[in-house]
């Protein structure tokens, strides 16, 4: 057993993997020879898992997961780095035998000095990043025996006083975060709504934009009938549930705008320093339904208008008076780089480098958000007409408004006008490295590498640099297996 790798994907199994922050996309295979539909099913692809990125780093809930999952690697790093030899020693044989070093069921394992708080925090982080994601990350146990409210409470809080004064703003060292009322998970009768599936209800509907455009006008009517298959299924849970909830069908730009507001709580030292946040504030599933049934006694013009900025900051702004809830609106400066190449070349822990590329496009996306809030509330949107010519001209500088690194059959790809082959790989080395911190201390057998590109281990040369850069960075004695 290896441990998740959270991904956003669509149908024909491309991915933005999130453990590693790289698109998997393969050109397409269609039963057609229709040009037209492969290249239109190719885009669709695309839109779809470009709109994941946008709306994941455009977004507070995105951040504040880029947050929780930095802390944790920081702390795996940390709590690594001081095992003593015979700690090393007992990691190395209960990985061996199929034992987790840190366990959600066998906790409290590790009774003696500072790995007994670390055990614990780390544990936290990890739980707190899954059930405000999608709970079935968790595998290992039972998602009810695990103290909820304090997962929240101090990763929340770790969190914060890693990135105080930097992503976050100053915190008092006095300062405990508390999540207030009761915290529940949001059941349906059709299953849980998750996180997760408001980013993939939204994907789906920007695909379905695509159908405005010149493009798919002459493209095999099936590439629709395909997208509304997808819908009727988990993917569409969120469209049914709010129309259940507003008492009408409701149109896709709504439900769009209606995620977005989910996806973008207010956070504790992110969008404020108020320390206590509500569970319905903080949690986006409920925000979701809160703000669907807010519709119930109320239309709004985006029913009516095409989308705009100004109509829909107007709804928004409604849906707040209506629903009692507030959208979060990052409050500290989340980067100080500017480029690509600083974000490879800035020293700093390796723990932290993917975050950082992370948190760059992250302000990127925040100011495009204040000054046309559609161009990712809608992101679909970006792809048609007048627009497409502003954000997908190749020459304009909106790298990060797409996922910045991609694997096409197995080969690594980056942006080679922002960065050089050493920097990219220098970058994908980085990532791989914190990306099997998790593995490390929760999972056991081999090393996994689904969410890194295949070729760099069918190569023995590579995948000697990266266990020479895992053991320089861990001092621990493991490694990946060529493929
Ligand atoms: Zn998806």
């Keep these: 057993m290896t441990v998740h790798s959270p991904r956003l994907q669509n149908s024909g199994g491309a991915e933005l993997n999130l453990r590693s922050q790289i698109l998997f996309q393969d050109p397409t295979r269609t039963r057609t020879s229709d040009l037209v539909t ?7 692809t695309y839109v779809h898992e470009s709109s994941h990125w ?78 405000l994601l999608d709970p079935e990350g968790l595998t290992e146990f039972d998602a009810t025996t695990w103290d909820l409210r304090a997962a929240f409470d101090n990763s929340l809080e770790d969190a914060w006083r890693q990135s105080a004064g930097v992503e976050m703003v100053e915190r008092r060292d006095d300062t405990r975060v508390s999540v207030t009322g009761p915290l529940k998970l949001v059941h349906t009768p059709e299953g849980p709504l998750t996180t997760r599936t408001l980013f993939e209800c939204a994907a789906v509907i920007d695909e379905l934009f695509q159908f ?38 409701l149109g896709g730009s709504v439900v769009l705008a209606l995620i977005d507001f989910a996806l973008n709580p207010v956070v504790p030292g992110l969008t404020t320093a108020d320390p206590s946040v509500g569970w319905r504030e903080l949690y986006p599933p409920y925000r979701f339904a809160a703000a669907a049934k807010a519709m119930a006694d109320w239309e709004s013009d985006l029913e009516f208008q095409h989308p705009g900025h100004e109509v829909t900051v107007h709804f928004q702004r409604m849906l707040e008076k209506r629903s009692g809830l ?14 690509l190449r600083e974000a490879a070349t800035t020293p700093m822990h390796l723990a932290g480098r993917t ?36 954000f997908i001209d190749p020459d304009r500088d909106m790298w990060w408004l797409c996922p910045v690194f991609q694997v096409s059959q197995g080969e690594y790809r980056w942006p080679a006008k922002h960065v050089n082959i050493d920097e990219a790989t220098d970058l994908l080395l980085y990532t791989a490295v914190a990306s099997a911190y998790d593995d490390v201390l929760h999972g056991v057998g081999p090393l996994a590498f689904d969410h890194l590109p ?24 493991m490694g990946w297996h060529q493929a």
């Excluded at 095999?220 to 009408?248: K, N, Q, V």
Aim: glycine fraction near 8%.
């Design 326 to 339: 507030h959208m979060g609106r990052v409050a500290s400066r989340l980067s100080g780089l500017s480029t």
């Design 212 to 249: 405005d455009g010149s493009l798919f006008r002459v493209a095999d009517p099936t590439l629709r009938e395909i997208l509304h298959e997808e819908m009727s299924g988990e993917y569409g849970l969120p469209w049914r549930l709010a129309s259940a909830l507003a008492g009408r069908n």
């Design 355 to 390: 975050s950082a590329v992370s948190f760059m496009c992250a302000s990127r996306l925040l100011d495009l958000r204040e000054e046309d809030v559609c161009a990712l509330s809608h992101y679909g949107l970006n792809f048609l007409d007048d627009r497409a010519i502003r």
């Design 454 to 477: 295949r070729s760099l281990f069918e190569d023995g040369g590579e995948v000697e640099a990266l266990n020479k850069a895992l053991k320089d960075s861990t001092g621990l004695d």
């Design 54 to 131: 946008a709306r994941y780093h455009g977004s507070t809930v995105g951040i504040l997961l880029t947050l929780l999952r930095r802390t944790r690697d920081q702390l795996a790093a940390y709590t690594i780095s001081r095992l003593s030899r015979r700690q090393a020693g007992d990691l190395r044989e209960s990985r061996s035998s199929g034992r987790p070093f840190l366990s959600f069921k066998r906790y409290p394992q590790h009774t003696g000095g500072e790995l007994r708080y670390d055990e614990l925090d780390w544990l936290n982080l990890y739980y707190a990043y899954y059930v």
């Design 38 to 44: 492969a290249v239109a099913s190719w885009h669709k």
